[in-house]
């Protein structure tokens, strides 16, 4: 059973604005919690009006802060442009901002710009998102950005020359390997962008810094509504995961700690860094990572 990190004292946040995508359930829902409690102006950007609604009003029970819901699928880089457009009309800066939505499907599918799902979700938005906040990261005096990966990059080969897995589509035929796999490399894709975005603003003297974590096998709704080989996969996890609010520990050590204020390109595990994979640590690899998704975000930036 993976062990929870640590128990955090909680840190003052009061007068700090912090964003965190896929905020209605699971990590993103504690993590949304934990910053509005510490005194944040907490933006949540969610898919789902409804399940958004639900969610800030749990916060606000809870903590007595209503956080502000902005509504999008992230998969879709329009929306994304949007989104992000809506939050710099209402803002003039962002203490945090946590990437954290993501997800995993049990057979191959495609987003509104024909990009494979889970690449576009899990890495796309990342990337987008964070382009079009940074001015506002960088208007606050020490911004953090915020990237949760995952152990599942360790396993995960990367090739950039078939970001869609459009020739290795035959991983699809048996959908529980096939989602576990586009899913690993779409960490590593999430730590090998947390580097090289750690790089640039190193090299132009920016005073915002970026890293990743792995938030432990936490307890979600992954696989219940798939059926077969999903929901027994999903069932066996449960007997080995933490909670949600033990997952979001490391998130929110990284959105809000003194301790790893000035830490940039950093790769956290239970609250404390720890090496990625030799392949998230290819630099050459990070900055073809870098080119591509320029490239695919063409139009949108």
């Given at each position: 059973m993976s062990a929870p990190a640590p128990a955090l004292p909680p840190?003052?946040?009061?007068?700090?604005?912090?964003?965190?995508?896929?905020?209605?359930?699971?990590?993103?829902?504690?993590?949304?919690?934990?910053?509005?409690?510490?005194?944040?102006?907490?933006?949540?950007v969610c898919r789902s009006a409804e399940k958004g609604a639900e969610a800030a009003a749990e916060i606000e029970a809870a903590t007595g802060r209503r956080p502000r819901l902005y509504l999008a699928d992230l998969s879709d880089l329009a929306?994304?442009?949007?989104?992000?457009?809506?939050v710099k009309a209402e803002h003039a800066r962002l203490?945090?901002?946590?990437?954290?939505?993501?997800?995993?499907?049990?057979?191959?599918?495609?987003?509104?710009?024909?990009?494979?799902?889970?690449f576009a979700l899990n890495h796309l938005s990342y990337f987008l998102l964070t382009h079009h906040l940074l001015p506002l990261v960088?208007?606050?005096?020490?911004?953090?950005?915020?990237?949760?990966?995952s152990r599942a990059h360790e396993k995960s080969a990367l090739d950039l020359d078939d970001p869609f897995f459009k020739r290795r589509a035959r991983l699809f035929q048996t959908p529980l390997v096939g989602a576990f796999l586009v899913?690993?490399?779409?960490?590593?894709?999430?730590?090998?962008?947390?580097?090289?975005l750690a790089r640039r603003l190193k090299?132009?003297?920016s005073a915002?810094?970026?890293?990743?974590?792995?938030?432990?096998?936490?307890?979600?709704?992954?696989?219940?509504?798939?059926?077969?080989?999903?929901?027994?996969?999903?069932?066996?996890?449960?007997?080995?995961?933490?909670?949600?609010?033990?997952?979001?520990?490391?998130?929110?050590?990284l959105a809000t700690s003194p301790e790893v204020a000035g830490?940039?390109?950093?790769?956290?595990?239970?609250?404390r860094e720890v090496q990625p994979s030799a392949t998230a640590r290819d630099p050459a690899q990070a900055a073809r990572l870098w080119a591509l998704s320029e490239g695919l975000c063409e139009g949108f930036m």
């Open positions: 840190q003052d946040m009061t007068g700090k604005v912090c964003l965190v995508t896929g905020a209605n359930s699971g990590i993103g829902l504690v993590t949304a919690r934990e910053l509005c409690a510490r005194g944040a102006e907490v933006l949540m929306q994304v442009a949007r989104v992000a457009r809506e203490d945090v901002l946590v990437n954290n939505a993501g997800g995993h499907f049990p057979r191959y599918m495609e987003s509104a710009q024909g990009y494979e799902l889970t960088e208007a606050a005096p020490a911004g953090r950005v915020v990237c949760v990966a899913y690993g490399t779409s960490k590593l894709l999430n730590v090998l962008f947390t580097r090289e090299a132009r003297g915002v810094t970026v890293n990743a974590l792995h938030p432990g096998v936490v307890r979600t709704g992954f696989g219940k509504d798939y059926g077969g080989l999903f929901n027994l996969a999903a069932r066996a996890l449960g007997l080995v995961s933490i909670s949600p609010e033990q997952g979001a520990r490391t998130s929110v050590y830490v940039s390109g950093g790769y956290f595990d239970k609250c």
